[in-house]
Nanobody, 124 residues
């Protein structure tokens, strides 16, 4: 079992930055899990944002965030982060952290484990 807790959400003006964090806990080895971030805006389906493999050697991004968002992980601290720069109003959503032993399952939103989400609101 893996428990995931997101933090770092908030209200920011367009063009600003936020850094989300996801802390993992449980009777497992964090470094064996691929991690990802998803988001869901009101009235829309949950969508993939970014993912990172267990080693951090490979990262994946949705086209809508490439060049603006950066995913990273610290296996010593059991955390994964999402640095979000040049935020736009359309980035407003609840952001969720996900974990799975398969990076493909993470990217396909089929992860075994999900956090509760953190709200990000970008004002224009």
């Amino acid at each position: 079992q893996v428990q995931l807790v997101e933090s770092g959400g908030g209200l920011v003006q367009a063009g600003g930055s936020l850094r989300l964090s996801c802390a993992a806990s449980g009777r497992t080895t964090f470094s064996t899990y691929a991690m990802g971030w998803f988001r869901q805006a009101p009235g829309k389906e949950r969508e993939f944002v970014a993912a990172i493999t267990w080693s951090g050697g490979n990262t994946y991004y949705a086209d809508s965030v490439k060049g603006r968002f950066t995913i990273s992980r610290d296996n010593a601290k059991n955390t994964v982060s999402l640095q979000m720069n040049s935020l736009k109003p359309e980035d407003t959503a609840v952001y969720y952290c996900a974990a799975d032993r398969s990076s493909l399952r993470v990217r396909e939103a089929s992860s075994d484990y999900w956090g509760q989400g953190t709200q990000v609101t970008v004002s224009s």
